[in-house]
């Protein structure tokens, strides 16, 4: 290759690493500087709510300890000072967790950008170990208390929707009147309401494709949204007799009493001071009464196919990981149900599993058994291909 040719090839290169991030990589540059570089990124190519979180992992964790390093000069001792300095300040080993894998994610981007000297040191340290949080579950007899409680609370009808609908908080919170289908008694999840600095809000999409969806409204759901709609009403004309404005843009089902968009601290502590009332666990959070709606559907013998789709979930696999512990053992009803299909259906051994086949029957009784065996088997086949469906 001639130097002329060598030449083109280098400055191509360099407009293709150029374009392709907006940046041509920089000697020496520094973490902090880098890392505001990568935000910029994010939040031209994540959701909103994303990038907001990734800027604070950035801004209150990584940049007050290595932020003046050297891109070029981090090594895994600097990753475990971050991830030390996160935990004194009080942060769980949860979130610690998460706060690995975003530095590490802005790591390997410095990699495929090739930054000079960059590289992803995260995948040298060991993960914080963090006990997995155990979820409150509410029983039958928990939800009737819990469902009588709200009564006396403006939000009332947001947690009966979001116990009985298993929705997640977001979901609930962006909820607009088009979206509740009374005559057919149905409710349409398009959205989740997204909280920025400042107490900017919008309405983002779901969380996945699947958790667009439409699920069926319970009778007591539905009761609970009228109700709201008429409580809503005589806020808004209240608001308007005191010379305030009705702050509803988008028409949302559950809002302040002036209007506005619910903030995720209004809401959880509205929440908070409703478990202290119904007596239930201190626990309990708003987000578990997703789990213990998954959690009672699977009680009454619900399949795991239709409660996926009741929680907007990609896959059948996800329900089962997340709440295998708390469905009924289904072992025990299959070995009865291959019980009752074995059984004979006659004579003296009736209803006996152990009464199969006998040799000595005569040819035609052993014919006889051997076709409903037959039949039998077909059967159980078909259960079988149920259980696993």
Same mark, same amino acid.
């Given at each position: 290759?001639?130097?002329?040719?060598?030449?083109r090839?280098?400055?191509?290169r360099q407009?293709a690493i150029?374009?392709?991030? %907006?940046h041509t990589?920089?000697?020496?540059?520094?973490? !902090?500087?880098f890392?505001n570089?990568?935000?910029?990124?994010?939040?031209?190519? +994540?959701?909103?709510?994303?990038?907001?979180e990734?800027?604070g992992y950035?801004?209150? @964790?990584i940049?007050?300890?290595v932020?003046?390093?050297l891109?070029?000069d981090?090594?895994p !001792?600097?990753v475990?000072?971050?991830l030390?300095?996160?935990r004194?300040?009080?942060?769980?080993?949860?979130?610690?967790k998460?706060?690995?894998?975003?530095?590490?994610?802005?790591?390997?981007?410095a990699?495929k950008?090739?930054?000079a000297? =960059?590289r992803?040191?995260?995948?040298?340290?060991? *993960?914080?170990h963090? !006990?997995?949080?155990?979820?409150?579950?509410l029983?039958?007899q928990?939800a009737?208390?819990?469902?009588?409680?709200? +009564?006396?609370?403006?939000l009332?009808?947001?947690?009966?929707?979001?116990?009985?609908?298993g929705?997640?908080?977001g979901e609930?919170?962006?909820?607009?009147?088009? $979206?509740v289908?009374?005559?057919n008694?149905?409710?349409?999840?398009?959205?989740?309401?997204?909280?920025g600095k400042?107490?900017? @809000?919008?309405? %983002?999409?779901?969380?996945?494709q699947?958790?667009?969806?439409?699920v069926?409204?319970?009778?007591?759901?539905l009761?609970?949204?009228r109700?709201?709609?008429?409580?809503? @009403?005589?806020?808004?004309?209240?608001?308007?007799?005191t010379?305030?404005?009705?702050?509803?843009?988008? $028409?949302?089902?559950?809002?302040?009493?002036? %209007?506005?968009?619910l903030?995720?601290t209004t #809401?959880?502590t509205?929440f908070?001071?409703?478990?202290a009332?119904t007596?239930?666990?201190?626990t309990?959070?708003l987000?578990?009464?997703?789990h213990?709606c998954?959690?009672?559907l699977?009680?009454?013998?619900?399949?795991?196919r239709?409660v996926s789709?009741?929680?907007?979930h990609?896959?059948?696999?996800?329900?089962?990981? #997340?709440?295998?512990h708390?469905?009924p053992?289904?072992?025990?009803? =299959? =070995?009865?149900?291959?019980?009752?299909?074995?059984?004979?259906? $006659?004579? *003296?051994?009736a209803?006996?599993?152990?009464?199969?086949?006998?040799?000595?029957?005569?040819?035609? $009784?052993?014919l006889?058994?051997l076709?409903r065996?037959?039949?039998?088997q077909? =059967?159980? +086949? +078909?259960?079988?291909?149920h259980?696993?469906?």
């Open positions: 290759m001639t130097a002329g040719r060598l030449i090839f280098a400055l191509a407009r150029q374009g392709s991030h %907006g990589p920089k000697a020496g540059e520094t973490v !902090e500087h890392l570089r990568w935000l910029d990124y994010i939040a031209q190519t +994540r959701r909103p709510s994303t990038a907001y990734y800027a950035v801004r209150r @964790y940049n007050p300890v932020g003046k390093k891109l070029s981090l090594t !001792e600097h475990q000072a971050v030390a300095s996160a004194g300040n009080g942060l769980a080993a949860s979130t610690s998460v706060l690995r894998i975003v530095f590490g994610v802005a790591l390997n981007r990699e950008w090739e930054v000297g =960059a992803n040191v995260v995948r040298l340290t060991e *993960p914080p963090a !006990e997995p949080r155990q979820a409150t579950f029983d039958a928990q009737r208390r819990f469902l009588q409680a709200p +009564r006396v609370n403006r009332e009808a947001l947690y009966v929707v979001s116990l009985m609908c929705l997640r908080a609930a919170r962006a909820i607009r009147w088009h $979206d289908d009374f005559d008694r149905r409710l349409r999840i398009t959205g989740t309401l997204q909280e400042g107490g900017r @809000y919008w309405i %983002g999409p779901p969380k996945s699947s958790a667009f969806r439409m069926g409204l319970p009778a007591v759901t009761a609970a949204l109700a709201h709609y008429g409580k809503q @009403y005589e806020e808004k004309a209240w608001a308007r007799t010379g305030r404005n009705w702050e509803n843009e988008w $028409d949302l089902v559950f809002t302040t009493p002036v %209007g506005r968009p903030s995720k #809401l959880r509205n908070r001071r409703l478990v009332l007596g239930l666990p201190q309990l959070r987000h578990d009464l997703r213990s998954a959690s009672l699977f009680s009454q013998g619900v399949p795991a239709t789709d009741l929680l907007g990609s896959q059948v696999s996800t329900t089962l990981d #997340l709440y295998t708390v469905m053992p289904a072992s025990n009803h =299959a =070995a009865e149900a291959f019980d009752r299909l074995l059984a004979a259906r $006659d004579g *003296p051994h209803g006996d599993a152990s009464a199969g086949y006998s040799p000595d029957l005569p040819r035609k $009784d052993l006889g058994q076709q065996a037959f039949f039998l077909r =059967a159980a +086949r +078909r259960l079988v291909a259980l696993l469906r």
